[in-house]
């Protein structure tokens, strides 16, 4: 067999791969080295900016299989036939971590899907939970920062995440899930996945419905204490996705949605767009749209998992958004920092790249002209660039209206200005129903990682986040109390 020759960048055949061109045995390199100047500049430039949030993160595809026609609630091409198949990328991820942290911290976790449909791409960017933290995208780089390293000692700090949280009360759902039992998920594959947003339906008749997407596991829900977690490998989770895979067992989700009709938002008792709440399932149950299934490892890591690029406005016609300010946020920020980590360019990548024909008038940019739904043509060679232009009839593209979204009613006497949060908003009765729930066993551990970091802050933040415990549920104030005593420091 006829081995290939090893060339360089653009395959000119390399003659040493080990050795240097330099002046003697003993002496310095020429300037002549340009092979192996080429092999130190790429390896500079191996490393692209990494995710601000989502950092650290394992893919594979799979399908996305129909077992409910959803026809009379959306034109959706990709929903419309029980049994039709799609194939989907899944990017799973820890949020607040770099690429080297842990995939066993007490963190949300991602769960992005991109369906690559016959009508372009949509992605279900979301969550291992049904909430957030915010309601706002305003909030959102505070939220994070004070999540993330401390800015003089770059280690974790627990005071600035409770003083966060001691100052935004919308965030007691989140942590009340985030600091239970299901905190820390055993693996990626015995975890439930959610859209958190409110999105929208719309069908044939025009007819708008709100709704939610949730990705049940197969496998049962499976998660670590914090002692189990630390005895665990750092990358025990992307091992268990990859290595399940490989051995043919391949982890699947039941696909379900709530929907919810424009009339019963209007009246109903919760903002159905505030993604720190969520509709009660006996109001708004859940219906089985079909299964997802994971089946390949990526080939590479880095141009699959690592610059495959998922936002919330990458949509396709009969599924469109919501008044959600923090989803309207994303609409811009995720496309925005696709833009400046990958490029102008990013959706031309393959594991990015519409798997239909794809029509624009977008030219140039970084690595313009790799999109294989353009034949990997270049920069889309002579066609003209602008749009209306005088070869319509000669195949140029043109929009197609019956796409279009139905009109967005816009609420009676709505002024355009800074809405805060209602001084008698409810951020309470959902955090603690879902205490409520819990067993004693299931309590104790969620009061005691509360109390682990609640402890290291201030006095003033304590006695707040206290106050939002007691207003969910005595008892999860006591819990808590109780637990920073039982530490010897003041509650």
């Not at 080297?100 to 969550?127: L, Q």
């Not at 002692?227 to 990358?235: D, I, K, L, N």
């Not at 019956?402 to 006497?413: D, F, H, R, Y």
Request: net charge negative; with cysteine; proline share 6%.
């Amino acid at each position: 067999m006829t081995k290939p020759i090893l060339t360089t960048a653009t395959g000119s055949p390399v003659a040493d791969d080990d050795n240097s061109i330099s002046v003697g045995e003993r002496g310095p390199l020429t300037f002549d080295n340009h092979y192996t100047f080429e092999k130190l500049a790429h390896f500079n430039r191996e490393r692209i900016p990494e995710r601000v949030v989502h950092a650290r993160g394992t893919g594979a595809y799979g399908k996305f299989t129909v077992t409910r026609s959803m026809s009379d609630y959306s034109i959706a091409d990709f929903l419309q036939q029980e049994g039709e198949e799609t194939p989907v990328f899944l990017r799973f991820s820890t949020v607040g971590g770099g690429q080297d942290s842990s995939d066993y911290a007490r963190d949300p976790r991602g769960f992005a899907i991109k369906f690559y449909t016959r009508e372009g791409n949509y992605d279900m960017v979301g969550n291992n939970t049904p909430v957030f933290f915010l309601r706002d995208a305003i909030k959102f780089p505070d939220f994070i920062h004070s999540q993330k390293k401390d800015p003089r000692s770059n280690l974790p700090n627990p005071a600035a995440m409770y003083e966060f949280w001691a100052n935004h009360p919308q965030s007691l759902h989140q942590i009340t899930i985030l600091m239970s039992d299901r905190g820390i998920p055993a693996s990626y594959r015995h975890m439930h996945g959610f859209s958190s947003h409110t999105f929208s339906f719309w069908n044939k008749e025009g007819e708008r419905f709100w709704f939610k997407w949730h990705f049940k596991t197969n496998q049962g829900i499976q998660c670590l204490t914090n002692e189990q977690a630390a005895r665990t490998s750092p990358f025990g989770a992307q091992q268990d996705l990859v290595e399940a895979i490989d051995r043919g067992e391949f982890p699947s989700w039941t696909a379900k949605v709530q929907i919810m009709t424009e009339a019963q938002a209007r009246d109903y008792h919760i903002n159905p767009f505030d993604l720190t709440k969520v509709w009660p399932h006996a109001d708004f149950p859940l219906i089985e749209v079909g299964q997802l299934e994971l089946n390949r490892n990526v080939e590479n890591y880095f141009a699959e998992t690592e610059q495959a690029c998922f936002a919330p406005s990458n949509l396709v016609p009969g599924i469109g958004v919501s008044p959600d300010k923090m989803l309207q946020g994303r609409l811009l920020a995720y496309q925005d920092a696709h833009r400046y980590r990958v490029g102008a360019n990013a959706n031309q990548l393959p594991v990015n790249a519409a798997r239909c024909p794809v029509h624009h008038y977008q030219r140039d940019g970084a690595m313009a002209g790799m999109c294989p739904a353009h034949g990997g043509s270049n920069n889309q060679g002579s066609g003209v660039n602008f749009y209306p232009n005088d070869q319509i009839n000669a195949g140029a593209a043109v929009p197609e209206p019956s796409v279009a979204e139905p009109p967005m009613p816009v609420l009676e006497n709505a002024w355009i200005k800074r809405y805060g949060i209602a001084e008698d908003e409810d951020h309470y009765s959902q955090a603690g129903a879902l205490f409520r729930l819990m067993d004693e066993g299931q309590k104790s551990q969620l009061v005691t990682t509360i109390a682990e970091g609640l402890v290291h802050a201030s006095e003033s933040a304590r006695q707040r986040m206290l106050e939002q415990f007691a207003r969910a549920d005595a008892a999860y104030a006591e819990g808590v109390r109780s637990a920073m005593e039982k530490m010897g420091l003041p509650a």
